[in-house]
């Protein structure tokens, strides 16, 4: 027996009857040798982690536009917090902490440059829309061609609120996503003076605590006593009313604050000429883009812009609409 298969019974023996089990996976689209260490969703895990677009995730906006300062969470240092708080609730309630955090570090690999500014200036240009968990389940499986399992791609296009994950891994991600968001962007909200501490609700302060640390812990242990006693995911009816009055109070102060300044025009501006751009000029898209744009140039394009980092993005758009300085 080796590793992977020492393994794989460890799963069935130790992990809850509802945890999804890798030697039971439904599998991928195209078959693969198994490895003899790593499981299936180990495999995936790694996959992701070697990944390009989860490399760009680093300069990438989480709420702060191009932040200067070294302490604001960027995309990346989002991800890691959601997988690190989704291993924490796995691991208590017996369930697949390396599916879990598969779903995890994969869940954002689509998000555009400049967060959810971005997404809404793509989702305004392309026909039908365009929405970052059906452009990280096109990472994974058409632009980067990772392979993944079945269970990982059901758990990345399914972390949205609306959505349902067929895993109870998946539901962990989805809930411990808003957990991780909710808490490290009203700590870097606090730290750009849009708020104070003591503008919070006072139902939050009360029932969550007064630290993001404070917080998180409060919602992991509350997940965690509530899909125990329940035997379904989720957090009790008082602490789910809570976050979602505290999600209403950070749309309005935070958010919005971010989202409807003067800069979430500006960016949908430079989002919109450069795609018209590229429209116009498709020979400037990189070839594996170019190489997409006769079969759909509205795809090709949204593939090439949702993939720059921000840094990147402004890099382009110099290039495209801002005169060079003439050297004599």
Known sequence: ?????QREKLERKTLSPTAAKSAETKGRKVACEKCDIRT???????RITHCKAFRRLMHKTQVFISPERDHYR?????????AQISRTAARALGLNEDLT?????????????FGHTGEDALNGLIDGGFRHNEQSVRVVETLENLNLTHEVIDGIMN?????KPSTQEGRIVQLCDKIAYMNHDVDDAIRAKILE????????LEMFGATPAKRIDFLVRNLVQNSLECGEIGLSASAAATLKEFRTFMFERVYANQLHSKERGKIKTMLRLMYEHYLQHPQKLPPESLARFDENPQSAIADHIAGMTDRFAQKRFTEFF?????EV
Request: charged fraction near 25%.
């Open 74 to 82: 960027t995309r990346l240092t989002h991800t890691l917090e959601v």
């Open 159 to 163: 972390h949205r609120t609306t959505c």
């Open 40 to 46: 299936e969703f180990q495999k995936d895990r790694d």
């Open 197 to 204: 501490q003591n503008e919070l609700p006072k139902s939050v």
């Open 1 to 5: 027996m080796n590793i992977r298969e």
């Open 322 to 326: 801002m005169p060079s300085a003439w």
């Open 101 to 113: 955090e598969a779903i995890a570090l994969g869940h954002d690999l689509g998000h555009t440059p």
